[in-house]
């Protein structure tokens, strides 16, 4: 007998619920009223795993050298634009010994992820656990997948020697802001935060310059932390630059990666075209 109009749907059982959340969603959630009868696994043993994933992520990554992340939408379609110059961005960063971080989905980053193995460079995937499966695009040589996002973000800031960010959604804007907020208050330095496409953050620049900055929400000059660009050449230049200026900073040699001698050969050569 087909359902009439209007009855309601049975309500989702207790083990197809279990089957959609994440461990971020069970680490945050308040069950007090079922704790009477369903104990939840108590959360100072969460800490165990929480330090599991920590400790993978710093072995895995402990020896990349020097690296890039690169974010943007996971609904960038692989015939745009938008994937193109994201795949010649990371191409270019590889030749300069550079390697590529991405959040190893789809979209722009399948297509910084498939620039950087193309050029035979470091190609990192830090996935995450969510309720639609995302995967692991087929262009990630070192893949790591992560439960909790506060973990993930550790590693896309303390591996990377900046961002480059491609037009994206909630999840882009995120990493966005959180970055700039640890270059804001002194966390990290020398930390460049590039933004690619002048027509897609066109909107945010000018509502943080006419509206947040005039209403004393953020300092003057915190605007200059992020810098605007449509062009790979001038996204790997400004990356290249801030590199050499930490290395200095740290008294530090500039590393090189598998398809260059260090940054500096890219600067002479962005010059030599302009």
């Known amino acids: 007998m087909s359902r009439r109009k209007n009855e309601p749907n049975h309500p989702p059982t207790e083990a197809s619920v279990e089957a959609h959340t994440t461990e971020d969603e069970r680490l945050l959630s308040r069950e007090e009223e079922e704790a009477a009868v369903h104990p939840p696994t108590p959360d100072s043993w969460r800490v165990f795993r ?30 745009s634009a938008e994937y193109a110059t994201a795949q010649e961005t990371a191409r270019l960063l590889v030749e300069q010994g550079f390697g590529v971080i991405t959040g190893g989905g789809p979209g722009i980053m399948e297509a910084a992820n498939r620039g950087a193995t193309e050029a035979g460079g470091n190609s990192v995937g830090l996935n995450i656990e969510l309720p639609f ?34 037009p994206g959604g909630f999840g882009t804007m995120d990493e966005l802001f959180e970055a700039l907020t640890l270059v804001q208050t ?3 330095r020398n930390f460049p935060l590039v933004l690619f496409g002048s027509e897609y953050w066109k909107g945010l620049l000018d509502w943080i310059a006419v509206t947040m900055e005039p209403g004393g929400k953020i300092s003057p000059d915190d605007v200059d932390y992020l810098r605007l660009t449509d062009s790979p050449e001038e996204a790997v230049r400004i990356i290249c630059e801030f590199y050499e200026r930490s290395c200095k900073e740290r008294h530090a040699v500039p590393k090189a990666g ?17």
């Open 50 to 79: 929480i330090m599991g994933e920590f400790v993978e992520g710093f072995d895995t990554l402990a020896r990349l050298g020097p690296a890039v992340s690169i974010f943007g939408s996971a609904r960038t379609p692989p015939e």
């Open 133 to 166: 499966e995302q995967g692991t695009n087929s262009w990630v040589q070192l893949p790591i997948n992560f439960r909790y996002f506060f973990v993930r973000k550790t590693m896309f800031v303390k591996y990377a020697e900046g961002f480059i960010v491609f």
């Open 186 to 188: 002194g966390k990290v």
């Open 258 to 274: 598998p398809h260059s001698h260090g940054v500096r050969p890219i600067l002479r050569r962005l010059r030599e075209r302009s």
